[in-house]
Nanobody, 128 residues
Framework: QAQLVEVGGGLVQPGGSLRVSCVAP????????IGWFRQAPGKAREKVSC????????HYAPSVKSRFTISRDSATSTMSLQMDDLTSEDTGIYYC?????????????????????WGQGIRVTVSS
C-alpha cells in the first residue's frame, strides 16, 4: 500500500513558525482531497485544514485561521502546512491524509472514507 511520509516537525518557541510536509510518492495530488488533522495530548483528533480535488476555498479550523496555510505541489507530490505565530495550543501530533473521494467543505472541513491514506504522524511541540 502506498504510504505518505511526513517531515518537518519539531520543537519551536511560542510565536515561531514551522512547516510540516507530507510526501506522497505515486499520488497525483490534484485528484485527491488532502488535509491535515492533529491530536493534542489527552484530546481527540481534530481537523486542522483541507483542500478539495476541485477548485474551491480551503478549510481552516477557527483556532488556526489566519495563522496556518495549506498547500500542495503536484509536481513533487508534496502537501504542506505552514504554521505561523504558534502557541502551546498547537502542540500535538499532526497527520496528513489524502482521499480520492474525500470532500473538503470550506466551513466544515474534510470528510474521508475508509480508503483514505494517512501519514504516520509527526510531532510538533510549541514550548519555551
Amino acid at each position: 500500500q502506498a504510504q505518505l511520509v511526513e517531515v518537518g516537525g519539531g520543537l519551536v518557541q511560542p510565536g515561531g513558525s514551522l512547516r510540516v510536509s507530507c510526501v506522497a510518492p505515486g499520488f497525483a495530488l490534484d485528484d485527491y482531497a488532502i488535509g491535515w488533522f492533529r491530536q493534542a495530548p489527552g484530546k481527540a483528533r481534530e481537523k486542522v485544514s483541507c483542500l478539495g480535488s476541485t477548485p474551491g476555498m480551503p478549510h481552516y479550523a477557527p483556532s488556526v485561521k489566519s495563522r496556518f496555510t495549506i498547500s500542495r505541489d503536484s509536481a513533487t507530490s508534496t502537501m504542506s502546512l505552514q504554521m505561523d505565530d504558534l502557541t502551546s495550543e498547537d502542540t500535538g501530533i499532526y497527520y496528513c491524509v489524502v482521499d480520492r473521494v474525500g470532500i473538503c467543505y470550506e466551513y466544515d472541513g474534510l470528510y474521508v472514507g475508509d480508503l483514505a491514506t494517512w501519514g504516520q504522524g509527526i510531532r510538533v511541540t510549541v514550548s519555551s
